[in-house]
């Protein structure tokens, strides 16, 4: 039996495109779902997706409880032992309040890598596999959150590229999920089911393609 | 002390999107490693990388992701497993990476353009040059621009470079050495292509290893019947006595000689893609003396090394070598003789592996 931490943000936690934050996919529709499906008896899925989290940014407005770093070590620790931690967060980083270039979000991914690796919350205190998912870019119209993201659009492009340099040069594995699922119009930064979809059955393939004995 | 964490990434690795293959001098040792692994098996698994190479799943990630971008792995078909997600092999990019290979046979030139899972391109015949020094070697530059000219121009930055094959004949007049040396450094100056150069049957072994039957055989012995007989042994995917000068005067010439002494045809012996007349017991015979040096070396060879495979390679007409295979299989009824199939010149095909190995692989 292995295990996996899903570590991510609304887009993990299922929030529904244009809803409300309330508003949340059933576990089988969300992608660490239909990760669990694709992967089968096998493996136990761990969800821990928060709206709003960010990588290692206490969050002014929203609370310290948005911080991904603060979060990341307790989290990982009553978890363990972990086979393999998928961290997919970035977007809320872009919020006008942080003032955040990508390559500086990079940084609080490295920042989260580095933190899992001195843990080593993996099997018999090893250093478990860890995957950098870089999150679709968002779409250039992002309703009425274009206050709280201004500039973000523009950045979140970025964030792919940034990621896997971080990824390559920590040695870890990546995927750039922005390609396979792109954001939904109604908010322009969440994903719909379908986006879901073929995150989890994506991330099913990379999950496998890692090799396990 | 700076905190090295949070230095800035290294940028050395591959997150660029350079197109075009990575200079010879970046590629690294562990990236050589999987490529090699790719260019013996063709295909294989992360996992399998990882248990070859004691490199951890993490690192075989990063390695195989910068590969990809290079183009030159893809992904491949995907298996459906038992259980769970179907696993997605890795595999060459036939596009990956081109070579060209040359070899100057003893009536002519084969010059090739092979792509990375050794499929040939493009392929021509020319008469060997004059053995006049002041000859420039203006037809092989001329042809290699052909070659090259056959790809999309993209593809041409994925050139790896041009392979010369590099007869040694004793009793030839010429000096081949002096020969080659010339021509290699005449491309590489006039074209700009990187040119490595070999012993040609060591070349038409390395071509069967990477690219033929001989793919899946870690032991074997070679045989290379031309003008003479020629023999290479391969243990653990490895070219032994790889310029060996020693051959056997019972190829394709000691069978002119007893035609012509006969006042039989001669000319289709050398001619391309052509059935030989029937020849009647001259052909018999020949096969037999043919057959019975060949198993004299397996005998000696079968001291020190157990091998179970042969294989044959030749531009004589495929149903004269299936009869010689089974001579060979009927004379020792525990060998496998089986036929090369890296034509249509397996020298020059030998010769353009040259430059993947050279470049992608770990010695």
Known sequence: ?213 | MPDMRFAPPNPLRIADRASGLNAVSVRSYNERLVLSLLLQSGSTTRLEIGERTGLSAQTVSVLVRSLEQEGLVAKGEAQKGRVGPPTVPIVLNAEGAFSIGISVGSHQTDVVLIDFVGTARFHATLPNPATDRSTNHSEFLQTIREAVAMLPKKARERLAGVGLALPHRAADGRDHEAYFAALQSEIEEQLGIAVFVQNDITAAASGESMFGVAKPLADYLYFYLGARLHGRLVLNHQIHNGNSTVSFDVGLAALERTLAGEGQATAPLWARDAAWPDYGAALEGWEDRLTDEMIQSLIAVSQFVEFTTVVLASRAPRDICDSICRKLSSKLPRLKAILGETGPSPKAVGAASLPFSSRFMVD
């Open chain 1, 1 to 213: 039996m292995r295990t996996v931490l899903c570590y991510g943000d609304s887009n993990t936690h299922g929030q529904i495109p244009g809803g409300l934050t309330l508003d949340r996919y059933g576990f089988e529709a969300r992608w660490p779902g239909i990760l669990a499906q694709a992967l089968g008896s096998d493996w136990r899925v761990i969800e821990e997706g928060l709206s709003g989290r960010t990588t290692v940014h206490d969050d002014p407005v929203e609370g310290a409880g948005k911080n991904g770093r603060t979060y990341l070590r307790p989290c990982v620790m009553s978890h363990a032992p972990l086979d393999l931690i998928i961290i997919m967060l970035g977007t809320n980083d872009l919020k006008a309040r942080f003032h955040q270039p990508p390559s500086e979000v990079a940084m609080g991914i490295g920042c989260l890598v580095h933190d899992i690796k001195e843990l080593a919350p993996g099997p018999r205190g090893s250093i478990p596999e860890i995957m950098v998912v870089a999150p679709p870019p968002m779409l250039d119209d992002i309703k009425n959150w274009a206050g709280i993201f201004k500039g973000g659009p523009e950045k979140s492009h970025e964030l792919a590229l940034q990621f896997e340099i971080t990824a390559d040069s920590l040695e870890v594995h990546f995927f750039d999920a922005g390609s396979v699922a792109a954001c939904d119009p109604l908010d322009g930064f969440h994903l719909n089911q379908h986006a879901h979809q073929a995150l989890g059955l994506a991330l099913a393939r990379e999950v496998e393609a890692i090799g396990w004995k």
